[in-house]
């Protein structure tokens, strides 16, 4: 009896601090963008093959991406693999984030010793699709994603502005649609 009370007592305490978790996965994340130091202006894209955002109900966030494929006029391509942003969102709303962050892509395939700092600006927009008629589980998809701020790589400095969609999100909302239109000519 004396090892079950500190046992409830830890579960209860456990379920009182506990945080609610919502996870989202990013499949084909493309964004473009432009780097300036107030000198030059250089474009540049990026591709996320896969990304992980986590997001409890403060608002704090993180997205991970274990791939990263950049793509810059004044350096060659190279693939990331450690690939981290935290982030806080203003708004509670699970379909909206907007706050600062602060993130960090490293250890490149053909450079290791690639390191890239960002900080800024991050604007998220998601969207809920009910494909398959089940209210328990909607399927949450990122329509697009806007940093701008402050960017350290390579040695410089500079300040840049990247958009960005995802690929996935606008498929499977392309299929809903379809398969909307599909049912309602099934019921007529």
């Known amino acids: 009896m004396k090892k079950i009370i500190p046992l409830i007592l830890f579960l209860t305490a456990f379920k009182m601090y506990s945080m609610e978790i919502d996870t989202l996965l990013i499949v084909g994340d493309v964004s473009f963008g432009v780097k300036t130091n107030f000198f030059s202006a250089d474009t540049f894209s990026t591709v996320d093959v896969t990304s992980i955002r986590f997001q409890d109900t403060s608002g704090l966030g993180l997205i991970c991406s274990p791939a990263s494929i950049h793509f810059s006029e004044d350096d060659y391509v190279t693939t990331s693999f ?21 993130g ?85």
Request: charged residues 20%; aromatic residues 18%.
């Open 104 to 188: 960090i892509n490293a250890l490149g395939i053909n450079r290791l010793d690639f390191f890239e700092f960002t900080a800024g600006l991050l604007f998220c927009f998601d969207i809920s699709i009910d494909m398959f008629n089940n209210d328990y589980i909607p399927l949450v998809f990122e329509v697009i994603q806007a940093q701008i701020g402050y960017k350290y790589y390579s040695k410089k400095h500079t300040f840049y502005a990247q958009v960005g969609i995802d690929l996935s999100g606008l498929l499977l909302s392309a299929a809903d649609t379809m398969m909307d239109k599909q049912a309602a000519k099934d019921v007529y």
């Open 82 to 102: 450690l690939n981290a942003d935290l982030y806080y969102s203003f708004f509670k709303n699970k379909l909206i984030v907007l706050g600062p962050f602060v």
